[in-house]
Protein backbone atom coordinates (compact mmCIF):
# COMPACT_ATOMS: atom_id res chain seq x y z
CA UNK A 1 0.00 0.00 0.00
CA UNK A 2 1.33 3.55 -0.67
CA UNK A 3 3.04 5.38 1.82
CA UNK A 4 0.76 8.91 2.44
CA UNK A 5 3.34 11.51 3.75
CA UNK A 6 4.22 15.18 3.56
CA UNK A 7 8.09 14.14 2.98
CA UNK A 8 9.37 16.16 -0.79
CA UNK A 9 13.08 14.58 -0.89
CA UNK A 10 10.65 10.91 -0.13
CA UNK A 11 8.50 11.78 -3.18
CA UNK A 12 12.19 12.90 -5.06
CA UNK A 13 14.01 9.59 -4.24
CA UNK A 14 11.16 7.63 -5.87
CA UNK A 15 10.81 9.47 -8.64
CA UNK A 16 14.61 9.48 -9.76
CA UNK A 17 14.20 5.89 -9.42
CA UNK A 18 11.55 5.62 -12.26
CA UNK A 19 8.92 5.01 -10.14
CA UNK A 20 5.38 7.05 -10.55
CA UNK A 21 4.42 8.85 -7.27
CA UNK A 22 0.64 10.69 -6.44
CA UNK A 23 1.23 14.42 -6.47
CA UNK A 24 -0.80 17.12 -5.17
CA UNK A 25 -1.79 20.83 -7.42
CA UNK A 26 -4.35 23.16 -6.84
CA UNK A 27 -6.37 21.46 -9.41
CA UNK A 28 -6.83 17.94 -8.52
CA UNK A 29 -3.76 15.43 -8.07
CA UNK A 30 -1.50 14.09 -10.69
CA UNK A 31 0.23 10.73 -11.04
CA UNK A 32 3.27 11.89 -11.54
CA UNK A 33 6.79 10.81 -13.41
CA UNK A 34 9.88 11.74 -15.36
CA UNK A 35 8.90 13.16 -18.41
CA UNK A 36 12.79 12.40 -19.81
CA UNK A 37 12.16 8.16 -18.63
CA UNK A 38 10.50 6.12 -20.87
CA UNK A 39 10.44 3.42 -18.73
CA UNK A 40 8.28 6.05 -16.09
CA UNK A 41 6.26 7.21 -18.67
CA UNK A 42 4.99 3.88 -19.84
CA UNK A 43 4.50 3.20 -16.24
CA UNK A 44 1.77 6.03 -15.86
CA UNK A 45 -0.35 4.61 -18.21
CA UNK A 46 -0.22 1.31 -17.14
CA UNK A 47 -0.89 2.15 -13.75
CA UNK A 48 -3.82 4.05 -14.72
CA UNK A 49 -4.79 2.21 -17.73
CA UNK A 50 -4.99 4.72 -19.80
CA UNK A 51 -4.70 3.99 -23.80
CA UNK A 52 -1.38 5.09 -25.44
CA UNK A 53 -3.32 7.65 -27.50
CA UNK A 54 -4.08 10.00 -25.02
CA UNK A 55 -1.52 12.38 -24.37
CA UNK A 56 0.08 13.39 -20.95
CA UNK A 57 0.53 17.09 -19.37
CA UNK A 58 4.20 18.29 -18.69
CA UNK A 59 4.53 20.33 -15.55
CA UNK A 60 7.76 22.25 -14.59
CA UNK A 61 8.02 25.09 -12.00
CA UNK A 62 9.54 27.95 -14.27
CA UNK A 63 9.44 29.52 -17.45
CA UNK A 64 13.20 28.99 -18.12
CA UNK A 65 12.85 25.23 -18.28
CA UNK A 66 9.55 25.50 -19.76
CA UNK A 67 10.73 27.29 -22.63
CA UNK A 68 13.41 23.60 -23.48
CA UNK A 69 10.22 22.06 -23.89
CA UNK A 70 8.48 23.59 -26.67
CA UNK A 71 9.76 24.40 -30.10
CA UNK A 72 7.95 27.90 -30.11
CA UNK A 73 5.98 29.85 -27.79
CA UNK A 74 3.15 32.68 -29.58
CA UNK A 75 3.55 35.69 -28.50
CA UNK A 76 -0.30 35.55 -27.36
CA UNK A 77 0.65 32.42 -25.25
CA UNK A 78 2.66 33.90 -23.43
CA UNK A 79 0.76 36.79 -22.52
CA UNK A 80 -1.74 33.99 -21.38
CA UNK A 81 1.17 32.31 -19.28
CA UNK A 82 2.60 35.66 -17.86
CA UNK A 83 -1.20 36.43 -16.04
CA UNK A 84 -2.32 32.96 -15.55
CA UNK A 85 0.77 31.04 -14.52
CA UNK A 86 1.38 29.31 -11.55
CA UNK A 87 -2.12 28.20 -11.97
CA UNK A 88 -4.83 26.01 -13.34
CA UNK A 89 -3.64 26.75 -17.21
CA UNK A 90 -2.55 24.03 -20.11
CA UNK A 91 -0.84 25.23 -23.07
CA UNK A 92 -0.49 23.41 -26.18
CA UNK A 93 2.57 24.31 -27.83
CA UNK A 94 4.30 23.09 -30.68
CA UNK A 95 6.88 19.93 -28.95
CA UNK A 96 10.79 20.25 -28.93
CA UNK A 97 12.45 17.07 -29.55
CA UNK A 98 13.31 16.67 -25.67
CA UNK A 99 9.60 15.87 -25.72
CA UNK A 100 9.10 11.99 -26.54
CA UNK A 101 6.48 10.62 -28.93
CA UNK A 102 4.65 8.91 -26.01
CA UNK A 103 4.31 11.62 -24.02
CA UNK A 104 2.32 13.51 -26.82
CA UNK A 105 0.54 10.47 -28.07
CA UNK A 106 2.43 10.98 -31.56
CA UNK A 107 0.76 14.53 -31.67
CA UNK A 108 3.38 18.20 -32.78
CA UNK A 109 2.50 19.78 -29.46
CA UNK A 110 2.98 18.90 -25.71
CA UNK A 111 0.77 19.73 -23.12
CA UNK A 112 2.72 22.24 -20.61
CA UNK A 113 1.76 23.90 -17.13
CA UNK A 114 3.31 25.58 -14.39
CA UNK A 115 0.96 24.95 -11.50
CA UNK A 116 -0.02 26.72 -8.27
CA UNK A 117 0.15 24.12 -5.34
CA UNK A 118 3.64 25.13 -2.97
CA UNK A 119 4.45 21.50 -2.55
CA UNK A 120 4.40 20.83 -6.13
CA UNK A 121 6.43 23.86 -6.93
CA UNK A 122 8.87 22.94 -4.22
CA UNK A 123 9.26 18.92 -5.72
CA UNK A 124 9.17 20.36 -9.45
CA UNK A 125 12.36 23.19 -8.18
CA UNK A 126 14.11 20.26 -6.80
CA UNK A 127 14.17 17.82 -10.00
CA UNK A 128 16.10 18.64 -13.18
CA UNK A 129 13.30 17.01 -15.14
CA UNK A 130 9.98 17.99 -15.59
CA UNK A 131 7.22 15.54 -14.51
CA UNK A 132 4.67 13.85 -16.74
CA UNK A 133 1.25 13.69 -14.69
CA UNK A 134 -2.65 12.61 -15.77
CA UNK A 135 -4.94 13.25 -13.16
CA UNK A 136 -3.96 10.49 -10.70
CA UNK A 137 -7.35 8.59 -11.06
CA UNK A 138 -7.95 5.30 -12.84
CA UNK A 139 -8.99 6.34 -16.73
CA UNK A 140 -12.74 6.83 -17.15
CA UNK A 141 -13.35 7.63 -13.16
CA UNK A 142 -13.82 11.03 -11.12
CA UNK A 143 -10.56 12.39 -10.52
CA UNK A 144 -8.82 12.73 -6.66
CA UNK A 145 -8.77 15.60 -4.57
CA UNK A 146 -7.52 14.73 -1.84
CA UNK A 147 -4.22 12.01 -1.33
CA UNK A 148 -7.03 10.01 0.01
CA UNK A 149 -8.72 9.63 -2.89
CA UNK A 150 -5.56 8.77 -4.82
CA UNK A 151 -4.75 5.78 -2.26
CA UNK A 152 -8.23 4.37 -2.49
CA UNK A 153 -7.62 3.98 -6.16
CA UNK A 154 -4.25 3.77 -6.86
CA UNK A 155 -2.81 2.80 -3.55
CA UNK A 156 -2.12 -0.37 -4.64
CA UNK A 157 -0.13 0.57 -7.64
CA UNK A 158 2.02 3.21 -6.55
CA UNK A 159 4.61 3.44 -3.37
CA UNK A 160 3.65 7.00 -2.27
CA UNK A 161 1.41 10.08 -2.44
CA UNK A 162 2.89 13.68 -1.34
CA UNK A 163 0.45 14.52 0.81
CA UNK A 164 -0.52 18.75 -0.15
CA UNK A 165 -3.87 18.51 1.25
CA UNK A 166 -7.34 19.52 -0.15
CA UNK A 167 -7.09 20.67 -3.56
CA UNK A 168 -8.02 24.42 -3.79
CA UNK A 169 -9.30 24.49 -7.44
CA UNK A 170 -11.32 21.28 -8.01
CA UNK A 171 -11.42 20.66 -11.10
CA UNK A 172 -8.96 20.33 -13.75
CA UNK A 173 -7.24 22.89 -15.87
CA UNK A 174 -7.82 24.91 -18.62
CA UNK A 175 -6.59 23.27 -21.98
CA UNK A 176 -5.74 26.01 -24.29
CA UNK A 177 -4.21 25.90 -27.99
CA UNK A 178 -3.45 28.21 -30.53
CA UNK A 179 -4.67 27.81 -34.64
CA UNK A 180 -3.56 30.56 -36.75
CA UNK A 181 -4.72 33.77 -34.77
CA UNK A 182 -7.01 31.62 -33.15
CA UNK A 183 -7.08 30.94 -29.30
CA UNK A 184 -9.34 27.62 -28.93
CA UNK A 185 -10.08 25.94 -25.43
CA UNK A 186 -10.09 22.55 -25.84
CA UNK A 187 -11.36 21.28 -21.78
CA UNK A 188 -12.79 24.50 -19.68
CA UNK A 189 -11.42 24.17 -16.29
CA UNK A 190 -10.01 26.56 -13.73
CA UNK A 191 -9.89 29.56 -15.39
CA UNK A 192 -12.78 30.85 -17.00
CA UNK A 193 -13.55 31.47 -20.05
CA UNK A 194 -14.19 35.46 -19.37
CA UNK A 195 -10.73 35.21 -17.51
CA UNK A 196 -9.05 34.37 -20.86
CA UNK A 197 -10.99 36.79 -23.05
CA UNK A 198 -10.01 39.54 -20.40
CA UNK A 199 -6.17 39.23 -21.46
CA UNK A 200 -6.65 37.84 -25.31
CA UNK A 201 -10.08 38.99 -26.39
CA UNK A 202 -12.37 36.79 -27.98
CA UNK A 203 -11.75 32.74 -27.82
CA UNK A 204 -13.57 29.48 -29.45
CA UNK A 205 -14.62 26.87 -27.40
CA UNK A 206 -14.31 23.11 -28.95
CA UNK A 207 -15.11 20.86 -25.99
CA UNK A 208 -16.27 18.30 -28.11
CA UNK A 209 -14.70 14.49 -28.84
CA UNK A 210 -15.97 13.99 -32.23
CA UNK A 211 -15.10 17.63 -34.07
CA UNK A 212 -11.70 17.31 -31.81
CA UNK A 213 -9.00 14.93 -32.79
CA UNK A 214 -6.88 17.72 -30.90
CA UNK A 215 -7.48 16.31 -27.86
CA UNK A 216 -8.07 12.63 -27.53
CA UNK A 217 -8.74 12.50 -23.85
CA UNK A 218 -11.90 14.61 -24.16
CA UNK A 219 -13.95 11.54 -24.44
CA UNK A 220 -17.93 11.97 -23.74
CA UNK A 221 -17.62 9.55 -20.95
CA UNK A 222 -15.69 10.71 -18.13
CA UNK A 223 -15.37 12.38 -15.25
CA UNK A 224 -17.92 9.33 -14.60
CA UNK A 225 -19.45 8.29 -10.69
CA UNK A 226 -19.65 4.43 -10.28
CA UNK A 227 -23.32 4.73 -9.91
CA UNK A 228 -25.81 6.19 -12.44
CA UNK A 229 -26.12 10.31 -12.91
CA UNK A 230 -28.72 12.11 -14.54
CA UNK A 231 -28.85 15.87 -14.66
CA UNK A 232 -31.43 17.67 -13.27
CA UNK A 233 -34.11 16.48 -10.94
CA UNK A 234 -37.75 14.82 -11.44
CA UNK A 235 -40.99 16.54 -9.24
CA UNK A 236 -41.50 13.09 -7.73
CA UNK A 237 -38.10 11.82 -6.80
CA UNK A 238 -37.32 7.98 -6.22
CA UNK A 239 -36.67 7.97 -2.57
CA UNK A 240 -33.36 5.94 -3.04
CA UNK A 241 -31.90 7.98 -5.07
CA UNK A 242 -29.13 11.42 -4.18
CA UNK A 243 -28.68 14.47 -4.84
CA UNK A 244 -25.85 17.04 -5.53
CA UNK A 245 -27.25 20.50 -5.72
CA UNK A 246 -25.62 23.91 -6.06
CA UNK A 247 -27.12 25.69 -3.23
CA UNK A 248 -30.32 24.42 -1.93
CA UNK A 249 -31.18 21.17 -0.71
CA UNK A 250 -34.63 19.11 -2.19
CA UNK A 251 -37.10 18.86 0.26
CA UNK A 252 -38.23 15.58 -1.37
CA UNK A 253 -35.13 14.05 -0.95
CA UNK A 254 -32.89 12.14 2.59
CA UNK A 255 -30.73 15.09 4.13
CA UNK A 256 -28.11 12.18 4.07
CA UNK A 257 -28.41 11.11 0.54
CA UNK A 258 -28.02 15.40 -0.66
CA UNK A 259 -24.79 16.97 -1.04
CA UNK A 260 -24.91 21.24 -1.26
CA UNK A 261 -21.73 22.27 -3.46
CA UNK A 262 -21.73 26.26 -1.89
CA UNK A 263 -24.57 27.40 0.41
CA UNK A 264 -23.26 30.88 -0.46
CA UNK A 265 -23.12 30.22 -4.44
CA UNK A 266 -19.93 30.67 -4.73
CA UNK A 267 -18.50 28.85 -8.28
CA UNK A 268 -14.92 28.51 -6.73
CA UNK A 269 -15.79 26.70 -3.35
CA UNK A 270 -18.41 24.72 -5.59
CA UNK A 271 -15.66 23.46 -7.63
CA UNK A 272 -13.62 22.88 -5.14
CA UNK A 273 -16.25 20.67 -3.86
CA UNK A 274 -17.53 19.04 -6.91
CA UNK A 275 -15.53 15.84 -6.91
CA UNK A 276 -15.10 14.81 -3.40
CA UNK A 277 -18.93 15.28 -3.04
CA UNK A 278 -19.85 12.68 -6.23
CA UNK A 279 -17.38 10.48 -4.56
CA UNK A 280 -19.10 10.79 -1.40
CA UNK A 281 -22.76 10.24 -3.14
CA UNK A 282 -21.13 7.07 -5.09
CA UNK A 283 -20.53 5.44 -1.37
CA UNK A 284 -23.64 5.59 -0.30
CA UNK A 285 -26.50 2.98 -0.48
CA UNK A 286 -28.09 4.81 -3.25
CA UNK A 287 -29.44 3.85 -6.76
CA UNK A 288 -28.49 6.96 -8.63
CA UNK A 289 -27.90 10.30 -8.39
CA UNK A 290 -29.77 13.49 -9.40
CA UNK A 291 -27.31 16.84 -10.09
CA UNK A 292 -28.11 20.25 -10.35
CA UNK A 293 -26.74 22.10 -13.54
CA UNK A 294 -24.95 25.16 -12.88
CA UNK A 295 -25.78 28.53 -14.99
CA UNK A 296 -23.35 28.69 -17.72
CA UNK A 297 -21.05 31.24 -16.63
CA UNK A 298 -17.88 31.54 -15.08
CA UNK A 299 -16.40 28.44 -13.52
CA UNK A 300 -20.20 26.87 -13.63
CA UNK A 301 -19.73 26.17 -17.06
CA UNK A 302 -16.79 23.94 -16.59
CA UNK A 303 -19.02 22.04 -13.64
CA UNK A 304 -21.62 21.63 -16.08
CA UNK A 305 -19.16 20.32 -18.51
CA UNK A 306 -17.98 17.81 -16.35
CA UNK A 307 -21.52 16.88 -14.88
CA UNK A 308 -22.45 15.95 -18.84
CA UNK A 309 -19.39 14.05 -19.07
CA UNK A 310 -20.05 12.17 -15.55
CA UNK A 311 -24.16 11.58 -17.13
CA UNK A 312 -22.90 10.94 -20.58
CA UNK A 313 -24.62 7.38 -20.77
CA UNK A 314 -27.28 8.36 -18.42
CA UNK A 315 -31.20 9.51 -19.47
CA UNK A 316 -30.88 13.52 -18.88
CA UNK A 317 -34.05 15.48 -17.10
CA UNK A 318 -33.39 18.76 -17.10
O1 LIG B 1 -5.31 20.05 -13.91
C1 LIG B 1 -4.77 19.25 -14.67
O2 LIG B 1 -4.57 19.50 -15.86
C2 LIG B 1 -4.32 17.91 -14.08
C3 LIG B 1 -3.18 18.16 -13.09
C4 LIG B 1 -2.60 16.89 -12.54
O3 LIG B 1 -2.21 18.95 -13.71
N1 LIG B 1 -3.94 17.01 -15.11
C5 LIG B 1 -4.83 16.45 -15.96
O4 LIG B 1 -4.26 15.55 -16.85
O5 LIG B 1 -6.02 16.69 -15.95
P1 LIG B 1 -5.12 14.51 -17.69
O6 LIG B 1 -4.10 13.64 -18.33
O7 LIG B 1 -6.11 13.84 -16.82
O8 LIG B 1 -5.81 15.39 -18.77
C6 LIG B 1 -5.01 16.01 -19.75
C7 LIG B 1 -5.79 16.21 -20.99
C8 LIG B 1 -6.20 14.95 -21.69
O9 LIG B 1 -7.55 15.06 -22.05
C9 LIG B 1 -5.31 14.92 -22.94
O10 LIG B 1 -5.97 14.32 -24.03
C10 LIG B 1 -5.07 16.38 -23.16
O11 LIG B 1 -4.93 16.93 -21.89
N2 LIG B 1 -3.80 16.61 -23.88
C11 LIG B 1 -2.54 16.37 -23.44
N3 LIG B 1 -1.63 16.67 -24.38
C12 LIG B 1 -2.32 17.13 -25.45
C13 LIG B 1 -1.95 17.58 -26.73
N4 LIG B 1 -0.68 17.66 -27.13
N5 LIG B 1 -2.95 17.98 -27.57
C14 LIG B 1 -4.24 17.93 -27.16
N6 LIG B 1 -4.65 17.48 -25.97
C15 LIG B 1 -3.71 17.09 -25.11
MG1 LIG C 1 -7.88 13.11 -16.26
Not at 175 to 194: A, D, K, N, P
Not at 288 to 314: H, M, Q, S, V
Request: hydrophobic share 45%; net charge neutral; with cysteine.
Amino acid sequence: MAIIDTDIAQAKAWLLAGNVVGVPTETVYGLAGNAFNEDAVLKIFQVKNRPHFDPLIVHTNSLEKLTAFVASFPAVAQQLAEVFWPGPLTLLLPKSPLISDLITAGLNTVAVRIPQHPVMLELLAALDFPLAAPSANPFGYISPTSAAHVAAQLGTKIPYILDGGACKVGIESTIVGFEGTEVVVYRLGGISVEALESVVGKVRVQTHSSSNPNAPGMLQSHYAPRKKLLLGCPEKPADNWGYLAFSQPNAHIFPQYQRILSPTRQYTEAAKHLFGYLRQLDALPIAGIYAELFPNEDLGRAINDRLRRAAADAFVVE
